[in-house]
């Protein structure tokens, strides 16, 4: 028999060169359907016996996949791009809106009518504005873009003789899977939105940095060797110098941006489009 895939000659049921099934054979609607639902349902490498993994037992879990136990579980990246693709699809409808409403009462003071705030300030705060819209916006690519920054600030705070121990590699696959529930949670919130408008908001903005302290502590508990309390305040020390790296780039961009782009234009007055 020849292996369809790399044209070793082979007699078995798979090719020793490559792996290939020997019964490979044309596409039908039924091996689709199966395909989609080991996927999704199989208990080696599904979706959602890995979520039920995330959410019940994540430290072990991840402890287990560093250690080499992986064809059980669905892999981090395509678990997280699954993860992003279901935020874009719950989110297409309501962010705008809920942007709009969350600085419904600060636009209100800071317009050009105001007496009492000169209009430099007014450009900062629209300065400002416009970068969150612009990070709530694009969530999924600053997402990604800014995933290095999450491993630099893991490998930061979760002690040297982590960093001895493990790759940095290692570390990207723990906050991975971590940011897996954070981007989860963020599509329960926008769920929520359509119900509950106050409860979005105040989940969105006030819950969403709770959330990735929760999410990276559960992750990476077993895999640090620390206790609860000692893995939750360095998870907490994680997502501080995330944010505070995260708001120094973003302000860095926006202030070119202002520079390079409305300087150009004469003087700076940023309309949100
Ligand atoms: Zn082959």
């Known amino acids: 028999m020849k292996c369809l895939n790399c044209d070793t000659e082979f007699e078995g049921n798979f090719c020793p060169e490559c792996g290939q099934s020997a019964k490979t054979g ?35 879990m991840i402890v287990e996949i560093l250690s080499g136990k992986r064809k059980k579980y669905f892999s981090p990246f395509p678990m997280l791009f699954f993860a992003l693709t279901l935020y874009i699809l719950v989110t297409s409808a309501t962010t705008g809106f809920m942007l709009q409403e969350a600085f419904s009462q600060s636009d209100t003071v800071f317009t050009e009518e105001s ?26 690519l600053c997402f990604l873009l800014t995933l290095p920054l999450f491993v630099i600030a893991a490998r930061a705070c979760y002690g040297r003789d982590n960093r001895k121990k493990y790759y940095w590699a290692e570390y990207i696959i723990t906050i991975v899977y971590a940011l897996v529930i954070v ?91």
């Open 26 to 60: 044309r596409f039908t609607m039924k091996f689709i359907l199966q395909n989609l639902t080991t996927a999704i349902l199989g208990r080696d490498g599904g979706v959602w016996f890995t979520l039920k993994n995330l959410f019940s037992r994540p430290g072990a």
């Open 183 to 273: 981007v989860l949670f963020r599509c329960l919130t926008k769920l929520t939105y359509l119900f509950d408008h106050d409860l979005a908001l105040s989940l969105g903005f006030t819950l969403a940095p709770l959330v990735m302290i929760v999410a990276c502590t559960a992750c990476s508990r077993k895999m640090l060797g620390f206790s609860i309390a000692k893995t939750a305040w360095r998870s907490f020390l994680l997502v501080l110098l995330y944010s505070l790296m995260l708001f120094g780039l973003l302000l860095i961009g926006a202030i070119l941006f202002a520079l390079i782009v409305l300087n150009g234009k004469g003087d700076i007055n940023i309309q949100l489009g």
């Open 115 to 140: 007496e009492e705030i000169d209009s430099q300030s007014i450009e900062v705060y629209h300065l400002l504005k416009n970068t969150v819209f612009f990070f709530i916006n694009h969530y999924t």
